[in-house]
């Protein structure tokens, strides 16, 4: 089928025709920078206009030209670069007639190399006169002059380097993101953990609640799972004595798309043998402190037409306890099932079919009344056993030693003090299995091997996975997650 091209990229395709009559590669070759736009600034800075011109402080930038101002023999234009924009001034006189020619031809949206030197115009603007013009890519396709706007969100996402181009926010978001990753790998590391990495593809579904990608592995004849957590494989080195481990690692879970949620997504799991529940508590507390000072360089960001502050220790509160605030009815009584059904059923809560106990009913009525109202950051512990198939019972059997952190109503984190019972694991895997069969398919499988770990020991573990992509949305004030991913999952266009 031919391709169809608007007026404009008719032009285009044109001038790409007339650069190459010139003798010019339309589609470049090396350029090597001295400087970026930021650099430039920098050594621009505090200066006067006079102090530039006798000191000649020369650059070499490249960037996509973002402006355009031609003016016979002498024109303005903007670049721009990684670091922002900075304004060049061109004329004839300066790079020669046949340089000039080859820059009038110029299109917003070509990326081009400068060499000149630093200049303030009358009005004050930091400018780079231009004593060297390279053309290095001709653009095809011209560049919208608003891609931010609320209708064209859909686009953004599907033309993310579009977004990046023309939308200052996405990308102080996309290098923002990897500035936290770091930073929460250097405090990991600071403590003595280790960064591993664990296998993708997992014979068995386990580790989290949630459906899985199925794929098939056509030499062994099997189907494998996408894993939806990194715990198995991680816990299996604590066995093995590497004692203090992490993983930032990509899952995936086939689900819904929402704000909160992108069927692949990345989170960071952390597991310290000898340590608990309380020591996951501090870690998760002062990882995310310590991002914020060395980051943002401030412990209270805004979050929407509210400010979040990770200054003053984190709440800690238990679920049954908001249960009852919200509700009046106290799990940590004697309550039969039957009435806490019933008592579910009249607040509206749709009883699903695997529920036979009280544990999931504190759970919903937990999700439906109390979490969104946790706005500042709040520890929610003792988690019905029913519900936590990998966790620590509590004194109470009826509930586990886990705390997830909620921040602005999501959830963020999720810890255990680790179950490392061999007997009881394999009890609560044949709980989940019955779950499996009364219709619960995001139950977790039984994993022999993992039961076979184990029983050669686990010492005492705190465990804990913080969703990552959640946390980047909170700390750079972002409503959906598919901001923070670069490439979010989308539904075919026209659908």
């Not at 044109?14 to 350029?31: A, H, M, S, T, Y």
């Not at 890519?137 to 859909?154: A, M, R």
Request: aromatic content about 10%; overall charge negative.
């Amino acid at each position: 089928m031919e391709e169809k091209f608007n007026d404009q990229e008719l032009a285009r395709r044109e001038k790409l025709k007339k650069i190459k009559e010139l003798g010019v590669d339309p589609f470049g070759k090396r350029f090597d920078r001295t400087d970026s736009t930021l650099t430039a600034k920098e050594k621009a800075k505090d200066k006067t206009n006079e102090e530039l011109e006798q000191n000649e402080v020369n650059v070499k930038l490249a960037g996509r030209i973002m402006f355009l101002r031609k003016m016979g023999k002498a024109s303005f234009f903007n670049i721009q670069d990684k670091e922002g924009k900075i304004q060049a001034y061109i004329s004839i006189d300066t790079v020669g007639a046949e340089s000039y020619n080859i820059f009038k031809i110029c299109d917003v949206g070509d990326i081009v190399g400068i060499s000149g030197t630093l200049m303030l115009t009358r009005t004050g603007e930091l400018t780079v006169r231009v004593s060297e013009f390279t053309f290095l890519t001709k653009s095809l396709k011209v560049l919208p002059e608003k891609f931010h706007g609320l209708t064209d969100i859909e686009e953004r996402y599907r033309h993310r380097y579009v977004d990046l181009i023309m939308n200052e926010d996405s990308k102080r978001i996309a290098l923002l993101r990897p500035r936290i990753l770091r930073s929460m790998q250097h405090y990991f590391d600071s403590l003595g953990f280790t960064e591993v990495e664990t296998s993708v593809l997992q014979p068995i579904l386990g580790g989290a609640n949630a459906k899985p990608f199925i794929t098939h592995h056509n030499a062994l004849n099997k189907d494998f799972y996408l894993r939806i957590a990194t715990e198995l494989p991680l816990k299996r080195l604590i066995v093995g004595g590497l004692e203090k481990v992490y993983e930032f690692g990509r899952l995936f879970r086939n689900e819904g798309m929402d704000l909160k949620h992108n069927p692949e997504f990345t989170t960071v799991e952390l597991y310290e043998a000898y340590g608990d529940l309380q020591s996951m508590r501090v870690l998760c507390e002062g990882v995310i402190r310590n991002v914020c000072k060395e980051v943002f360089g401030t412990t209270k960001l805004p979050y929407g037409d509210i400010e979040l502050d990770f200054g003053p220790e984190f709440k800690w509160v238990s679920m049954s306890e908001l249960v009852k605030e919200k509700t009046g009815l106290d799990f940590r009584g004697d309550i039969s099932f039957e009435e806490a059904k019933n008592f579910a059923l009249s607040k509206g809560i749709q009883i699903e079919k695997h529920w036979t106990s009280n544990g999931y009913i504190l759970n919903a009525l937990f999700e439906e009344f109390c979490e969104k109202e946790l706005i500042q950051p709040t520890f929610v512990y003792g988690h019905p056993i029913e519900v936590s198939p990998l966790t620590k019972k509590s004194e109470d059997p009826r509930f586990t030693e886990r705390f997830e952190l909620y921040i602005n109503g999501s959830e963020i984190a999720n810890a255990y003090s680790e179950l490392n019972d061999p007997i009881d694991q394999k009890e609560r895997f044949v709980a989940q299995l019955k779950a499996k069969e009364l219709g619960d398919d995001e139950a977790n499988e039984m994993d022999y091997d993992f039961l076979e770990a184990l029983e050669y020991g686990m010492p005492p573990t705190g465990g804990i996975g913080i969703g990552f992509d959640r946390l980047v949305m909170i700390l750079t004030n972002q409503k959906s997650i598919r901001e923070v991913i670069l490439f979010p999952t989308m539904k075919p266009e026209g659908k």
